[in-house]
Nanobody, 126 residues
């Protein structure tokens, strides 16, 4: 059973930084893609970034290019470094995983993912 556990959320002032981490367990992730999504109150879940353990698959939503960076920290951990945070970045951030291979549009769709974490709250104060 694949499990994803996010950590690193919290309260930060505008302009600050946070580093989220997602630890995966229960499988071999060499052929997986991992992604970060976020969901603000009253809004749909939206794609932030994706990263494949092997091969192409690192994509960002245009809104986060240059501010957010997705990276692989270890064999089963993916991180999201978030800089220059803004109040509108306030949301619950979710980690997701899928074993399938696809392009940017595939990885940007929440429905493409088989596994989800419980989410971690990020609050950016003005």
């Amino acid at each position: 059973q694949v499990m994803l556990v996010e950590s690193g959320g919290g309260l930060v002032q505008a302009g600050g930084s946070l580093r989220l981490s997602c630890a995966a367990s229960g499988g071999s992730f060499s052929n997986y893609a991992m992604a970060w999504f976020r969901q603000a109150p009253g809004k749909e879940r939206e794609f932030v970034a994706s990263h494949r353990w092997s091969g192409p698959g690192t994509y960002y939503a245009d809104s986060y290019k240059g501010r957010f960076t997705i990276s692989r920290d270890s064999a089963n951990t993916v991180a999201l470094q978030m800089n220059s945070l803004r109040p509108e970045d306030t949301a619950v951030y979710y980690c997701a995983a899928v074993a399938a291979v696809g392009g940017r549009d595939f990885y940007a769709r929440p429905g493409s993912y088989d596994y989800w974490g419980q989410g971690t709250q990020v609050t950016v104060s003005s």
